[in-house]
């Protein structure tokens, strides 16, 4: 009985020829005749086309010679050359990139730029996707050029990736017809028209991922025209399909208006990622969007795991009472099939701090939802909401929450406190990766030396530190630390001054080192500065954080043997000296170590020999 050998049936070289890059997969072509057969076809599962030169046409019959194994396309956008459409003749594309040739960018003349409207290349790209429209499922076309010269599509081309237009005399409902099975669809740089936005909008009830970035919306009232008066609620949803949705800098259109009509009606979202355009549009000018009365088209999304959102937008000035209306309206089920791990993770973390009772346990572990009846649903875990106007309202929306947030990122907001932030790391267990402004000493402390109820950071798991310290004291005027050991209603002495500051050093590296698994630690300061409104000798002496040295507690880091990339301050007028004995000693006990970025000190020639130590043990500087 013949045995044939593994490594020669087909399936078993495409899983393995599935983790090998462009040169293995030559090499491996050239084993044997079986070999060859089989990895030349995953040879040409990914083209990607150049510029067009004098050399390109002849590889025009070796594309069409392997089009039936090419499953992603990428060419570049050039309207003079339509004829590398007509030629490819793939009929079996999954992907489909269009993307701008970088040699054409800032090259076009007068007479090309003519060419950018020019039917042909919309017309060649539309029978394209024509001929590959039973497997063609995700579909990119990104621009590079000044917007005075964006190119707009033709209705060929939105009615072969799209279908036909609801404005369009041979438009079926889409109940009738097959659905395109097309499920991605990526769109930068263009102008859309009222006919292509219809187009778009249309196929949100069979595409999955639908991302618009930097684009134009031609007609100002295009949405109103659409759906009626602003003043309005929203129209009722159709089934949609939409998962993951992305508006980025779009213009023509209101902050309000992406919201009402594109956002809202999208009720099967996973992830959403909202950008607005720094420049605000005219009606938001006019007419600030509030959130004061909750609309009735509030999005009432079951489904988002993932929420992302930035616009330094003047006019867009509400955004706490909308983070908190959303927030407010996603629901609470089961978390991820780790939950019960993660319990057991902080039940392990929780030994090694004796102060810890076992009503603060309890209340920690209640914050973790367990899955119900075997099924894992979808709850939030993403929440990113930098330089925006998060505060109050909105953290008390998102305490719902704390048990499955895994990633949050509140930097660049000034209305998130550092009080908020050490709750945050009380309260929530699952969390992974932060970045917020800035937490205070005083309210580390007051958490740790609480005799009544001391509060550890439970979320033991976390991998991203990037939360600026502030070890400066707050004014005389403000609320005095009375749970510190150090104490007392009289004015301390300098001696007492320094033995506190010294044991607070001590602490927040205590509280560090039970993190174990932190990867990355950036202890840089974000907007606003720690030293906003100090005034004198306060405001030129910089940001007062950790000292980085073995004196002052580093040692209690030697824990943290994850560590692969550490932060410190970036500007050269604020940073520290770092010693040669703490560089030493991160290379001696943070074997993952390859990245220190930030500045090292005041001083170029101390600094440089930092940098030269760390240069010549393989560790990248910034």
Not at 70 to 86: A, E, G, K, V
Not at 422 to 431: A, F, G, K, R, Y
Not at 439 to 465: F, G, K, M, N, Y
Request: proline letters at 6%; charged letters at 20%.
């Amino acid at each position: 009985m013949d045995q044939t050998c593994p490594l020669e049936i087909p399936e078993i070289q495409r899983i393995i020829g599935s983790f090998l890059d462009m040169g293995d997969l030559l090499v491996c072509a050239r084993v044997c005749r079986s070999w060859h057969e089989t990895f030349k076809r995953l040879i040409w599962i990914h083209v990607v086309l150049r510029m067009p030169g004098p050399q390109f046409p002849s590889y025009h019959e070796q594309i069409r010679a392997h089009a039936q194994h090419i499953r992603s396309l990428t060419i570049p956008y050039c309207p003079f050359q339509d004829s590398i459409l007509d030629e490819i003749g793939c009929t079996l594309l999954e992907t489909l990139n269009i993307l701008p040739p970088n040699d054409l960018v800032g090259d076009l003349s007068k007479g090309s730029r003519n060419g950018l409207r020019r039917r042909p290349f919309w017309d060649s790209l539309a029978d394209l996707i024509s001929s590959n429209k039973r497997s063609l499922r995700h579909l990119k076309l990104q621009m590079s050029i000044p917007i005075v010269q964006r190119p707009h599509p033709t209705p060929s081309f939105w009615e072969a990736a799209l279908g036909p237009s609801p404005f369009s005399l041979s438009f079926v409902p889409s109940t009738l017809l097959e659905r395109p099975r097309l499920r991605t669809l990526k769109l930068c740089r263009l102008v859309l028209s009222l006919e292509s936005w219809a187009c778009i909008w249309n196929a949100r009830t069979f595409l999955e991922t639908l991302h618009i970035e930097s684009s134009v919306i031609a007609s100002d009232d295009l949405f109103f025209n659409a759906h009626g008066d602003s003043d309005s609620a929203a129209p009722d949803a159709e089934e949609t399909t939409l998962q993951h949705l992305t508006l980025a800098h779009l213009r023509g259109m209101t902050a309000l208006d992406q919201l009402r009509c594109i956002i809202a009606p999208c009720l099967a979202l996973k992830s959403l990622c909202w950008q607005l355009h720094p420049r605000p549009h005219a009606r938001d000018r006019e007419a600030p969007l509030a959130f004061g009365i909750r609309p009735r088209w509030v999005p009432q999304w079951s489904q988002l795991e993932s929420f992302y959102f930035s616009g330094k937008n003047e006019s867009f000035h509400n955004h706490d009472s909308l983070f908190s209306v959303i927030l407010d309206q996603l629901p609470i089920n089961s978390c991820s099939s780790s939950s019960n791990n993660t319990i057991d993770h902080i039940n392990n973390n929780f030994n090694y701090n004796n102060n810890i009772n076992n009503n603060n346990r309890i209340s920690t572990l209640r914050g973790i939802p367990r899955k119900e009846n075997g099924e894992d649903n979808s709850i939030l875990r993403k929440w990113h909401t930098p330089t925006s106007g998060f505060g109050g309202k909105a953290y008390m929306s998102l305490e719902r929450h704390f048990g499955s947030i895994q990633d949050l990122d509140l930097s660049f907001c000034e209305n998130v406190t550092s009080t908020m932030v050490q709750e945050i790391l009380c309260s929530c267990p699952v969390l992974v990766h932060i970045n917020a402004n800035t937490i205070h000493i005083d309210d580390i402390q007051r958490a740790t030396h609480d005799s009544q109820e001391p509060r550890p950071w439970v979320c033991t798991r976390l991998r991203t530190w990037c939360i600026f310290i502030d070890m400066a004291p707050k004014p005389s005027n403000s609320q005095v630390n009375s749970s510190s050991p150090f104490f007392t209603k009289t004015k301390p002495s300098l001696t007492t001054r320094a033995q506190q500051y010294q044991q607070e050093q001590r602490d927040v590296f205590e509280r560090l080192a039970l993190l174990k698994d932190l990867e990355s630690l950036d202890l840089d300061y974000n907007f606003p500065r720690p030293n906003r409104g100090r005034t004198g000798q306060q405001a030129t002496a910089g940001p007062k954080t950790l000292i980085w040295d073995l004196e002052h507690g580093l040692d209690a880091l030697k824990a943290l043997t994850k560590i692969q990339t550490i932060a410190f301050i970036r500007n050269r007028a604020d940073a520290q000296h770092i010693p040669m004995a703490s560089v030493e000693w991160m290379i001696q006990h943070w074997p993952r170590l390859y990245k220190v970025d930030g500045r090292l000190g005041k001083q170029k020639a101390n600094e440089s020999m930092l940098l030269r130590l760390l240069r010549e043990c393989d560790i990248e500087t910034g």
